[in-house]
């Protein structure tokens, strides 16, 4: 199976701020990697897919890129709604696996 | 809309069994591949099985594999998740998600979960 390590566990930030985060594929992906917010007490949602394509409908303060084996997901500048969880899915080849997850907290 | 809406979820013994059924709507849920996905309280996402639109490509993860059983009816637009032996690991909230209609498994649609809690 594919492991998909995501950094950071957590961290904490304000409104406005630009936000990293990053996962690390543990082969080659070839790009098959998708980013999900998920709200307290919600489903997630998907972001972006194909390392760097948005989602219809999803703000473009959402970015991200990647080859390889190495992905960022970055929140151009946070809005109150961001705060949040966020994780990496990569669907090269089955079982799909997630990141371990990154808390985004207002600091 | 386009909505998922997972019900059958609740509170079981170790060992028993439980069916899931996730209800579609607002798009042609049979030319969709779908997927569940579960989430133990407090942890991260973890994927469980996968069917294609015709049923005849169905795959699991391995902490399910032999426990599990997916399904769907497409003439109902309904995708299901029989759970047989349970046990306190399997206690989560699951999801039913579809998968996007472009290349690859990113999942662009989800349901808003139903908690299955198996303790003794």
């Known amino acids: 199976d594919i492991q998909m390590t995501q950094s950071p566990y957590s961290l904490s930030a304000s409104v406005g701020d630009r936000v990293t985060i990053t996962c690390r594929a543990s082969?080659?992906?070839?790009?098959?990697v998708a980013w999900y917010r998920q709200k307290a007490g919600q489903a997630p949602e998907l972001l972006l897919f194909?390392?760097?394509r948005l989602e219809s409908g999803v703000p473009s303060r959402f970015s991200g890129s990647g080859s390889g084996t190495d992905y960022t997901l970055t929140l151009g500048s946070l809005q109150p709604e961001d705060f949040a969880s966020y994780y990496c899915q990569q669907y090269y080849s089955l079982p799909y696996t997630f990141g371990q997850g990154t808390k985004v907290d207002i600091k | 809309e386009e909505q998922l809406v997972e019900s059958g979820g609740g509170f079981v013994r170790p060992g028993e069994s439980l069916r899931l059924s996730c209800a579609a709507s607002?798009?042609?849920?049979?030319?969709?591949?779908m997927n569940w996905v579960r989430q133990a309280p407090g942890k991260g996402l973890e994927w469980v099985s996968y069917?294609?639109?015709?049923?005849?490509?169905?795959y699991y993860g391995d902490s399910v594999k032999g426990r599990f059983i997916i399904s769907r009816d497409n003439a109902q637009n309904s995708l299901f998740l029989h759970l047989s032996s349970l046990r306190a690991a399997d206690t989560a909230v699951y999801y039913c998600?579809?998968?996007?209609?472009?290349?690859?498994?990113?999942?662009?649609?989800w349901g808003r979960g139903t908690l299955v809690t198996v303790s003794s």
């Open positions: 082969q080659d992906i070839k790009k098959s």
């Open positions: 069917i294609n639109s015709a049923s005849n490509r169905i």
């Open positions: 194909g390392a760097s």
């Open positions: 607002g798009f042609s849920f049979d030319s969709y591949n």
């Open positions: 998600a579809r998968k996007g209609s472009g290349f690859g498994g990113y999942l662009d649609l």
